[in-house]
């Protein structure tokens, strides 16, 4: 059977599109023969590109499919598919990273160990992982103005540093070292008179040393004493002698005794005051009138009579 022309070139059209369809969808990260499941996650900026690689554990199970922007959500809608073989969970999560220092970037899924499995169309939750060049671009822009405030404090303080040096007034550096000059020059006379003053007082310090040298050794000698005596136990009978004290304190406050009787009770000290009064009268009466009490003197009886008070 003999196969036309026409036959051929048709043949030929239809492989060449074919050819170019799968060149195109393989292009695009798509493979036509090969079984796949799609999922879809979301991020908040677009840093991927079809084709971009999909991994788990840094090895490649899928390409990036389509990425397209979400107008009402604002977010970055990106699907992805994988070998249909990669069994993983719903609670899985989809990171962004960086691939390399020229900022490649794909994304990994970082498989998690609960949950149901994941089906072809879900919608996985995302992260981004900060890159090395994102991270030291934004530490460096951090330290380079640190840097630049600190370079220019640094130049304030040499300009006004500069300015202080230069300064020919009485408030400047050459007056306030001069008055150093100066202040070092008395402070070396006064240790100069000092040390004069200690080399002729020499004999009377050593003696003042050696004082407090026996007087130090004296209050060691007592301090020892002290602590070999008893002295605990004297305190405790001094303790009490003095609870003693207050319990016969306590006592005559109360009334209890013959002691507290003439300290409490009024009608004994009525007594004995009147006692003393009588005493007084009969002493002055025998001073006034010895022969009445003595008969050797007088063999006549004086009766006794009480002087009026004036």
């Keep these: 059977m003999k196969i036309s022309r026409e036959v051929k070139t048709g043949v030929l059209?239809?492989?060449?599109?074919?050819l170019f369809i799968f060149g195109f969808n393989y292009l695009k990260g798509q493979n036509l023969f090969d079984s796949s499941s799609v999922y879809y996650t979301e991020f908040e900026y677009n840093a991927l590109t079809r084709s971009s690689l999909v991994?788990?554990?840094?090895?490649?199970?899928?390409?990036?499919?389509d990425i397209v922007y979400d107008f009402k959500t604002g977010k970055t809608r990106v699907s992805f598919f994988v070998n249909e073989e990669l069994k993983f969970s719903k609670n899985s999560t989809v990171r962004l990273y960086e691939t390399s220092l020229m900022g490649g970037n794909a994304i990994a899924i970082i498989l998690a160990k609960d949950?149901?499995?994941?089906?072809s169309?879900?919608?996985?939750?995302?992260?981004?992982?900060?890159?090395?060049?994102?991270?030291?671009s934004k530490n460096f822009s951090g330290i380079s103005s640190e840097l630049n405030s600190t370079l220019k404090a640094t130049d304030t303080l040499f300009t006004s540093l500069n300015t202080f040096v230069n300064d020919e007034s009485e408030a400047g550096l050459k007056s306030t070292i001069k008055e150093l000059n100066q202040t070092l020059r008395s402070f070396k006379n006064t240790s100069n008179r000092v040390n004069g003053l200690l080399a002729k007082n020499d004999k009377n310090l050593a003696e003042l040393l050696e004082n407090f040298k026996e007087t130090s050794g004296n209050l060691t000698t007592i301090s020892a004493e002290l602590k070999t005596s008893n002295l605990g136990a004297?305190?405790?009978?001094?303790?009490?002698?003095?609870?003693n004290l207050g319990a016969i304190l306590s006592a005559l406050k109360k009334g209890e005794g013959s002691m507290g009787k003439l300290l409490k009770d009024e009608a004994?000290?009525?007594?004995l005051e009147g006692a003393t009064k009588e005493m007084e009268a009969l002493l002055k009466d025998i001073k006034l009138h010895p022969k009445r009490y003595?008969?050797?003197l007088s063999k006549k009886e004086i009766p006794y009579k009480e002087e009026k008070s004036n």
Excluded at 234 to 243: F, R, S, Y
Excluded at 268 to 271: A, D, F, K, R, S
């Design 115 to 119: 949950g149901d499995m994941a089906k």
């Design 55 to 65: 991994t788990v554990k840094g090895n490649a199970v899928g390409k990036v499919r």
């Design 234 to 243: 004297t305190v405790g009978k001094l303790n009490k002698t003095l609870d």
């Design 13 to 18: 059209v239809i492989a060449g599109i074919v």
């Design 268 to 271: 004994l000290y009525n007594n």
């Design 121 to 136: 169309g879900d919608v996985l939750r995302s992260e981004v992982e900060v890159g090395l060049v994102s991270s030291l």
């Design 294 to 296: 003595f008969r050797i």
